[in-house]
């Protein structure tokens, strides 16, 4: 498996899905050194250099996440070349005013993040990376990558009880041009099972 990591050298605009906001810097927050003390306004620093494993085919690739800026917009992400394929990685910028539950989940050392994974067509996948916190090395950890949906408008998510989350989001109604805003609700539940994401719902 070869790894190469690269910065974003411009802003993809997710079709239907631009989710670019302005970022308060000093809302971020130094990595915690007690694993209780860890929420999820420290999440988006913890994310720059941390590893996430994307299937890619019958194999895996490795991407770094960095960050690329432009203007006011901030995009956390990163990219890696694996072959003839370009996986690309965008996550929403932290910001607390989700129409539906929160940006992102910590329970416990479990940290859920929502991300968007493009593999070079016009699709923006939308997934579920479960990390652990390593109080320690202050590092997060990539367990688990759970496919939602594709080119989605992502609302929220929430926690509804010990090691499960709600994720709720919009997509197409039949009819619907994927280039349109989708309208249509919809939720999923995970539950996670020793580091792994399964669907409840």
Avoid: C
């Avoid at 299937?55 to 690329?68: A, F, H, K, N």
């Amino acid at each position: 498996m070869k790894t190469i990591t690269l910065s974003i050298a411009a802003i993809i605009v997710l079709s239907g899905v631009a989710y670019l906001v302005v970022r308060d810097t000093n809302a971020l927050l130094e990595a915690p050194s007690e694993e209780s003390a860890l929420t999820a306004t420290h999440v988006p620093t913890l994310l720059r250099g941390a590893v996430m494993h994307i299937p890619l085919g019958e194999t895996e690739t490795d991407v770094t996440i960095d960050s690329y800026a432009s203007g006011d917009a901030i995009v956390l992400g990163g990219a890696t070349d694996e072959g003839e394929s370009t996986v690309t990685v965008f996550i929403p910028e932290f910001r607390d005013d989700f129409t539906q539950g929160a940006w992102g989940i910590v329970d416990g050392t479990s940290v859920y993040v929502p991300t968007y994974v493009n593999f070079g067509g016009t699709g923006q996948f939308f997934m579920v990376a479960l990390f652990t916190y390593d109080a320690e090395t202050k590092t997060l950890i990539h367990k688990d990558l759970h496919f939602v949906n594709d080119r989605i408008a992502y609302d929220g998510m929430v926690q509804s009880e010990k090691d499960t989350i709600t994720v709720m989001y919009r997509t197409h109604a039949e009819g619907e041009a994927m280039a349109e805003e989708p309208t249509l609700a919809a939720q999923r539940i995970l539950r996670n099972a020793q580091g792994k994401l399964e669907i409840l719902e």
